[in-house]
C-alpha cells in the first residue's frame, strides 16, 4: 500500500516570541544570580553570620543537590507545558529569597533559614538550565533556535557574573579593601547590614519577574514555526530508554558533564581558589564576573554564527574545547609558583580565567543544540535534563571533596585541564547527526 504524500508544513513564527524569550532568560538571570550570592562575598559571610568553610562550600552545594527532582520537572515540562512549570519554578525561587530574608537575631536559626533558601533556589535550577532548547523549538524558527537557546540558557550564568560584581562591590570586605565610600565603618553590623541590603534586593527582583510570568507566560504558540516543534515525540519511559541506549548520546553528554561540572563548581568558589595566592574579593569578583560575560557573549555570537552556517557544531566544539584546555592549564601552572616559577600577577589571573569562562560557558548553547539532534525524537526538555543532571552530579562530587579538602587546592585546579581534555578527547571520537535539521528542511520544502 503506497504511503500517502503528507502535505509541507509551514511554519508561523510570533513577535511576542521575544517576551516569552525575555522572561524566560530574566527568570534564568535570577536563579543564577541568587545561587552565587556567597561565593563572592565569603570573607564578608564569615564574619557577619560566622560561616565556617563548610558552609561557604555547602551554600553552593545546594545548586546540585537541587538537581535531585529534575526528573520530575523534566515530565512536567513534557506533559504540563512550560507556563506550569515555569511558575512552579518561579514561585520557590520566591519563597527561597524570602527565606533568607526573614529577620532573626538567633545566628544559628538565621544560618539554617539561608541555606533552605539556597536550597529552594537550586529547586529552580532544573527548569532554567533544562528549558531552552524546548522554549527555543517551541517558538523559534529553525534559523533562530541556536540563538534563542544562547540566550534563554547562558542567562543563568550571566546571573552569576552579576553575583561577583553585587557582591563584593556592595558588600566592604573584613580587611577594607571594598570600592565603597564607607570603608572606615567596616564593622560587622554595617557588613551584615550590606548583606540584608543584597538579599532584600534579589528577593524582590525574583517577586517581580514571578508576576510577571504570572501575569503572561503561555506555553507555546497557537501554531508551530517548524515541522520539528509539530511533530509527534518519544513518551516519557521510551525517551529514557533510546537515551540510556545510544552510545553517541552518552559519549557526548559526558563530554559536557565534567569539564562544565567542574567549572561550575570551581567558578562557585573561586574567591576561596584565588585566596591563598593574595587576590583580594573584589578582584577575584571582577575575574569571574568577566571570565562569564565573555562566555555568554561569544555564546550568542558562536550561536548565531551556527544558525547561519548549519552542520558544523562539532567543529565548533573542538575549537572551544582546545581552548579551554590550553587556559585552564596556564591558569593551573600560574598558581604553582614554587614549581613553574610563572608570573603570577593579576593580569595573568585575570586573562587566563576569562579565556577559560569564554571557551567553556560559550560552548553550553552548542552542546545542547547538538544533544537534541543527536537523539531527535526525544523530547528536548529531557534530553538537556539528563545531561545537566550529569553535570551537577559531577559538581555535587567535586564539591563535596572540597567540603573536606579545603585546605589546599592544587588537585582542585587540576581537575579543569584534566576535565576539558577528556571532554576534547570523546568530541573527537563523536560522529554527529543532524535528524531534527533534516526534518525541518527536507519535509517543509
Known sequence: VPVPRLAPLSGRVYGRRWLVLLLFSLLGFAQGLVWNSWGPIQNSARLAFGFSGWDIALLVFWGPIGFAPCFFFMWLMDKKGLRVTVLLTSSLMVLGAGLRCVPVSDLEIRKKLIHGGQLLNGLAGPTVMNAAPFLSTTWFSPDERATATAIASLLNYLGAAGAFLVGPLVVPSPNGSSHLLLVSQSSTEHIKDRIEAVLYAEFGMVSLIFSAALAYFPSRPPFPPSVAAASQRLSYRRSFCRLLSNFRFLMIALAYAIPLGVFSGWSGVLDLILTPVHVSQVDAGWIGFWSIVGGCVVGIAMARFADFIRGMLKFILLLLLSGATLASTWFTLTCLTS????????????????????????????????????????????????????????????????????????????????????????????????DRLYLDVVVSV
Open 339 to 434: 614549581v613553574t616559577h610563572l608570573p603570577l600577577t593579576t593580569a595573568t589571573l585575570y586573562t587566563s580565567c576569562i579565556l577559560l569562562g569564554i571557551f567553556l560557558n560559550s560552548s553550553v548553547p552548542i552542546f545542547f543544540e547538538l544533544f537534541v539532534e543527536t537523539v531527535y525524537p526525544v523530547p528536548e526538555g529531557i534530553t538537556c535534563g539528563v545531561v545537566t543532571f550529569l553535570s551537577n552530579v559531577f559538581m555535587g562530587v567535586l564539591l563535596f571533596f572540597l567540603t573536606f579538602y579545603h585546605t589546599e587546592f592544587s588537585w582542585f585546579n587540576w581537575c579543569l585541564p584534566g576535565s576539558c581534555l577528556l571532554s576534547l578527547l570523546l568530541i573527537l571520537c563523536f560522529r554527529e547527526s543532524y
